[in-house]
C-alpha cells in the first residue's frame, strides 16, 4: 500500500487545504471543531451479528440477516467491551454506544424481557461512565418465542402484546435510568418485525392494535431530559414482503401526533429512496429524528456504511439544514463477513468524513447561486412565452443592459468571493444601483408601449417580468458581496439599499 504521510507531509497538506477552503470563505478549523461535536451512536449489535447473551446460539428473527462468517465474535460482555474499546479507539470523538436488551447481563440466570431492569446493565453503564460515552438503548422485539408468530407489538393475542408491551416498558425505564446516570438524554428506539409475507384481507386492525399497544407503553411521562422516545418504521422485510404494520406513513404519523422521535433507517425504503430528501420534510413537524445510518445492496441488507453518494446527501442535508442538534447520528448495519471491529470502524469513519465534508461547503454562496440559476430558468420561460404572444415588441435597450449588468455582478462577486476582495465586493452596491435606475427606466418605458398599443400587452407583462427578475438576480450577488464583507472584516454591511 505504499508509505503513509509523514507528519510533515500531512501537516503541510493541510495547511494549503486550509488556505484555498478560507478562499472560498470556509474556514477549516471552524469545521473540525464542529465534527469534534458530532457524536455518533456505534450499535452493540455489529460485534457479535445481533446475538446478544440471552441466548446466543439462538436464531436471529425478524426477517434481519447478518450474513458471513468472519472468525472473532464477540461472546461476552467483557469481549464485547473490548473490542468496542478498540474501535472507539480508531474513531476521532467522543461517541456514544447504542444497546439492545438482548444485551443484558443477567449473571448467567435466565430474565425474561418484560423483567429486565436497569441493574441488569449495571455492567454497561460502568462502561459508559467511565469511558465518556452517551447510551442509547432498544428493546428487542424479535428472536424470542413470543415472536415467532411474526408479531409482537401488533399480535391479535392479547398475551403476546402485553408481554411486548411490558417489555417497551421496562425498556423505556432502562434508557431513563441511563439518561439520568450520563446526564445526556438516551433514545430508546422501537422497531419491530411485525408485517406478512402475503396480503391480509385486514391491514387496518393491527395498525389500530400497534397504536393501541404504543399508547400504554408511552402513557408514563417520563422527563425528555433523561429519555427520548423514537419509533422506527420500515417498507417491508424478508417474511414481511407484503405487509409491515409499522410503515412509514403510520410511524410518521404516530410521531407528529405524540411528539416522539421518528427513526429513519436508510435501508427501509424502497431502494431508490434516500432519507437524505425525507429530512427537511420530516423536521417540519416531529422536533427531532433518530438515523439509522446503514447500507442496503438491493435490500435492506445493513452492508457497512461507505462514503456513497447517499451517505454524503444525509450529512449534507443535516448540516446544510443546520440539523445538528435535532438529529440524532446512529448506525445500523450487521456484517460478519468482515472483521467485526473493522467494520464499526469503517462505518464511524465514514459517517464522520461525510459530515466533515458537508461542514466544508459554502453553504451560503451555493444558495445564493442555485437561486440566481432559477432565474436564468425563469427569464428563459418568459421569453419562449413572449414568442408566442400576438404581437412582439422591440426589446427596450435598457433590458439588455440590465441582462449585462447583473451577469457582470455575478462574475463579480464570485471573483470577490475566491479571492476575498472586500473592495471588489463593495463596487457592486454602484452597480446595483445602476440596475434599479435602468429597472424603473424599462418599466416606463414598457408601460408606454402597453398604453399605446394593448395588443402588445402580453409581451409588456412577459417582460416586466423579466426586469424583475434581472433586478433580483443583482440583489443575490450583492447578497454573496455582503458575505464576502463579512468573511474578511467579521462586520456585517448593507450594500443593498
Ligand atoms: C431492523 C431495524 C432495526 C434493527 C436493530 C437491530 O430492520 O433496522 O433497527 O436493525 O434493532
Ligand atoms: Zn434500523
Known sequence: MGTPPTGKQLHDAYALAKERYAGVGVDTEQALAALRNVSLSLHCWQGDDVAGFENPDGELSGGIAATGNYPGKARSAAELRSDLDRAYSMIPGSHRLNLHAIYAETG??????????????AGWLDWAKSNGHGLDFNPTCFSHPMADSGFTLASYDPAVRQFWIEHCIASREIGASFGRALGTPCV???????????TPIDRAAPRQLLKESLDTILAAPIDRAHNLDAVECKLFGLGSESYVVGSHEFYMGYAIKNNTLLCLDSGHFHPTETIADKLSSVLMYVDEVLLHVSRGVRWDSD?????????????????????????HIGLDFFDASINRVAA?????????????MALLEPIDELRELERAGDYAKGIAKRVDRCLRAPSLIETPPGLHRMGALAQEMLHTCQDAFVRLDVGVARSLAREDERVDELEDSVVAELMAVARTDPTKLDC???????????????????????????????????LNS
Not at 308 to 324: F, K, N, Y
Request: charged share 25%.
Open 188 to 198: 430508546t428506539n422501537i422497531w419491530i418485525p411485525d408485517g406478512l409475507k402475503d
Open 460 to 494: 409588456v407583462i412577459y417582460l416586466l417580468d423579466v426586469a424583475r427578475t434581472l433586478e433580483r438576480l443583482a440583489d443575490r450577488t450583492t447578497n454573496i458581496a455582503e458575505r464576502v464583507i463579512f468573511i474578511a472584516t467579521n462586520v456585517t454591511e448593507q
Open 303 to 327: 452492508h457497512v456504511v461507505t462514503l456513497s453518494d447517499e451517505t454524503a446527501m444525509i450529512l449534507q442535508e443535516v448540516v446544510r439544514g443546520q440539523l445538528l442538534n435535532r438529529v
Open 344 to 356: 464499526w470502524v469503517i462505518g464511524a469513519r465514514n459517517v464522520l468524513r461525510a459530515t466533515l
Open 108 to 121: 448467567g440466570k435466565p430474565v425474561e424481557r418484560n423483567a429486565l431492569r436497569p441493574e441488569h446493565f
